[in-house]
């Protein structure tokens, strides 16, 4: 009596199981391979199919697995090679049954008593899938049925005609795989590996706090030694900040200086360009004299007729001698013109380099207003920055201070 309790109890037991796991209530096929149309219910637990060679019976297996977006097309090569002769389009159909058990439903996403996967195909090699008349990816596909444990390549879930010698030659490593992801225990290895993990995580932790207690003694001697060098290295960089206040400072003095000297160059020039308009006006003045010599000694040769030849010889070297003197003075004002380009396009230059160094003075200025009020020093700029240098290697001298990331200076706990 006690074994036929024990018997009954497990009957239920793997009834309600069962009933937890979906099973196929239907395969439709149409227009695949010899099924024009076909519908082939099925029933819970082991279902036979019997038929004579070519009946079409290996289809609704193949139809099964394309359906569930198996790779393995059997016979052939293409999913389009299994679409019926003379037809552009098929399509399989699976239909699940996913009726709640114990208020919960074994699709749980879906609230229907059934779950339709349909595959088309079409000839020229495209395919999609519609779970009750909605259209989904092949990967969302994969991840529906992967929540319910059906992976449609695992050879012991669809295992066709053809695939027992290929089982035969798999390892025991990768039968025992397929094994757990057939009955669901892949997600409990993975769990165990997860624990082993942590708990070897927890060991490895252990052993380092061990280890971090033996040397507590060693890492107060450490953070004495650390306190001593945070102490000087504030010292170096509130003296480093000094540097580089008077580095900035040093450094607008330095440009005004330039400035005032490139005003003071731009108003020699201005003197200059003024002495030299003066002497081009003179030039240009004794240049139109010497004109109005020529032509009044030009004039005297055309109204004097009777003169000796010796007086017209004194008239053509006095307009000779007068020529020299206009040639002289023209060539002066055009050398005094020329050296006024000259003179404008230098000031042009310096006026630019001018305009260069006050933009970069204003900027240099905002940089040392932000380092601190101004400072007033004769040193250049080169002999700070060398201080600077020789100050970074004593900073450097010192490695990395850990508490140089603290902000109150007491000597423990103050990080």
């Not at 109890?9 to 199981?17: T, V």
């Not at 082939?40 to 004579?52: D, Q």
């Not at 005004?256 to 020039?269: G, P, R």
Request: proline share 2%.
């Amino acid at each position: 009596m006690e074994n036929t309790g024990e018997r009954s109890a497990e009957r239920l037991a793997l009834e309600g199981r069962i009933k937890s796991v979906p099973h196929i209530k239907e395969v439709i096929l149409e227009n695949f391979m010899s099924h024009e149309y076909s519908r082939i219910p099925l029933k819970p637990g082991l279902n036979v199919i019997m038929g004579p060679n070519g009946a079409g019976k290996s289809s609704i297996l193949l139809g099964i697995s394309v359906a569930l977006g198996q790779t393995y097309t059997e016979r052939g090569e293409r999913l389009s090679d299994l679409i019926r002769r003379g037809k552009d389009v098929a399509r399989v159909t699976v239909v699940f049954n996913n009726s709640a058990h114990n208020g919960k439903r074994p699709f749980r996403t879906i609230n229907t008593d059934t779950v339709s996967i349909a595959r088309y195909l079409k000839r020229n090699g495209d395919y999609w899938h519609y779970v009750n008349n909605r259209f989904m990816t092949k990967a969302e596909v994969e991840h529906l049925l992967r929540q319910v444990g059906i992976n449609p390549n695992n050879m012991l879930i669809i295992m066709h005609q053809n695939m027992i010698e290929q089982f035969v030659t798999k390892s025991s490593v990768e039968k025992l795989q397929m094994v757990e992801d057939a009955v669901g225990a892949s997600k409990l290895r993975e769990r165990i590996i997860d624990a082993e993990a942590k708990l070897n995580m927890l060991l490895t932790e252990e052993a380092g706090l061990k280890k971090t207690l033996e040397e507590a003694k060693a890492t107060v001697e450490y953070w004495k030694e650390e306190y001593g060098k945070l102490i000087k290295l504030r010292r170096l960089e509130a003296h480093r900040v000094e540097l580089e206040r008077e580095l900035a400072w040093s450094q607008v003095i330095a440009l005004e200086n330039d400035i005032k000297k490139i005003e003071d160059k731009i108003s020699s020039l201005v003197l200059e360009i003024e002495d030299l308009n003066k002497e081009v006006e003179e030039h240009g003045l004794k240049a139109g004299t010497l004109r109005e010599r020529i032509r009044e000694t030009i004039r005297q040769l055309r109204w004097t007729k009777n003169q000796t030849s010796e007086a017209l010889d004194d008239l053509e070297k006095s307009i000779d001698g007068l020529i020299d003197e206009l040639v002289e003075e023209k060539v002066q004002e055009g050398i005094a013109r020329f050296k006024i380009r000259l003179t404008e396009s230098e000031m042009r230059k310096l006026k630019s380099q001018l305009s260069e160094l006050k933009a970069k003075l204003a900027s240099q200025l905002s940089e040392a207003e932000l380092k601190g009020p101004r400072v007033e020093t004769n040193r250049k700029p080169m002999e700070i920055q060398e201080d600077l240098k020789i100050l970074e290697v004593q900073i450097n001298s010192l490695g990395n201070v850990t508490f140089s990331q603290c902000r109150r200076n007491v000597p423990f706990g103050g990080c």
